[in-house]
């Protein structure tokens, strides 16, 4: 092979490799017009808003983030023990969200409850320094009393006051307030209690029709003054709910004061003490100056303790679908039966606070 014709093969060796490099250079450079792709990081919002029971938005912090609660209601610790569970949050409540409740059971479902601060209210009304110290990152209320000098700390205030006296709605409110705020589902809501509850009470209300018994619930009697719940309050909605007619429901107010002379006019069937600790002394006739044993309730031994458990079943709390069952239970005998209402019984403890009932705790609870 010449001289001329090795060069000429060496020079087409050079110019393909040379190509070759090029090729490859083009497949791997990018344009320069092309944008850089980035990823995209979402930032997960430290708030949200939610929309209180009087129709105010209030921004909170989210669920992840709201770590010690003061409570002012005094209900809300038992709706609040039902649907959060971690009641280690609870850093204030007002004291009748404890002196309200059985203390047996709030040993069980609230341990904490005796190092709780309740110290900072006085009233309704809160001592805003002594709150602050508790470090709250959320505040609820009921009503724009216990909202006082509360509007400038700058800690969110969650109203759960509503206009409303029903016991099934407002319960039921409170309940989904509570799910909304601290994000938990809808199992074992109060809203599927209750529809269990009027589904175990529509048969022997309907057997009842208009051959309604009259009752009262009394709020207090200290051996002079004698004070009922009157009409379109709560303890009027707990009577009518179990298909009692309530005497006082022609007065207004809840605690209206009446006479001896009233109560034997009415002459009720059934008598309810929301107290929850003077029906043996009506029973037993033991009012200095106050003659009972006049009454039908008393001679048919219709006298009833409102019970207690994570709060007193005569106000709208977590325990109310119970309530509706136990008063119809005892308003019209025979028409559920006592071994039935303690299994229902003892299966919502159980579904609600996971807790077991025993036989000394479900007494405790029914005889205050």
Request: glycine fraction near 6%; include cysteine; charge should be negative.
């Amino acid at each position: 092979m010449n001289k001329k014709y090795t060069l000429l093969i060496a020079g087409l060796t050079f110019t393909l490799a040379l190509s070759g490099c090029n090729k490859n250079n083009e497949e791997k450079t990018v344009p320069e017009n092309k944008p850089a792709v980035t990823e995209s990081v979402e930032t997960k919002s430290e708030t949200k808003k939610i929309v209180d029971l009087t129709g105010a938005e209030v921004e909170i912090p989210v669920a992840e983030n709201i770590n010690r609660v003061v409570i002012i209601a005094p209900p809300l610790p038992a709706t609040f023990a039902s649907v959060v569970k971690d009641t280690t949050k609870i850093v204030g409540s007002h004291p009748k969200g404890f002196s309200n409740a059985n203390p047996e059971i709030l040993e069980l479902i609230i341990p904490n409850w005796k190092d709780i601060n309740t110290s900072f209210i006085d009233g309704y009304t809160s001592n805003v320094e002594e709150l602050m110290n508790l470090k709250p990152d959320l505040i609820l209320v009921y009503g724009d009393t216990q909202k006082e000098g509360l509007d400038k700390v700058g800690v969110p205030v969650v109203d759960f006051f509503q206009n409303d006296s029903r016991n099934e709605e407002w319960s039921v409110k409170i309940d989904e307030l509570m799910r909304d705020i601290f994000e938990k589902d809808e199992s074992d809501s109060l809203k599927e209690e209750w529809k269990k509850a009027n589904e175990i009470v529509k048969e022997p209300l309907e057997k009842v029709g208009e051959n309604k018994k009259k009752a009262i619930m009394i709020n207090s009697n200290d051996g002079g003054i004698i004070a009922v719940r009157g009409g379109n309050y709560y303890g009027d909605d707990w009577l009518v709910k179990t298909g009692l007619i309530n005497c006082a429901s022609g007065t207004d107010g809840d605690g209206v004061q009446v006479s001896m002379e009233q109560i034997y006019e009415w002459n009720p069937d059934v008598i309810y003490d929301f107290g929850g600790t003077n029906a043996d002394k009506y029973l037993n006739n033991q009012f200095d100056g106050q003659d009972w044993s006049k009454i039908n309730a008393v001679k048919n031994k219709q006298v009833y303790n409102m019970p207690r458990g994570m709060f007193n079943w005569g106000a709208p709390n977590a325990d109310s679908p119970l309530t509706l069952v136990w008063m119809t239970m005892n308003n019209y005998e025979g028409t559920i039966e006592e071994d039935f209402f303690k299994d229902y019984m003892f299966d919502y403890y159980e579904r609600q606070y996971n807790i077991k009932l025993n036989d000394e705790l479900y007494k405790s609870i029914l005889s205050n």
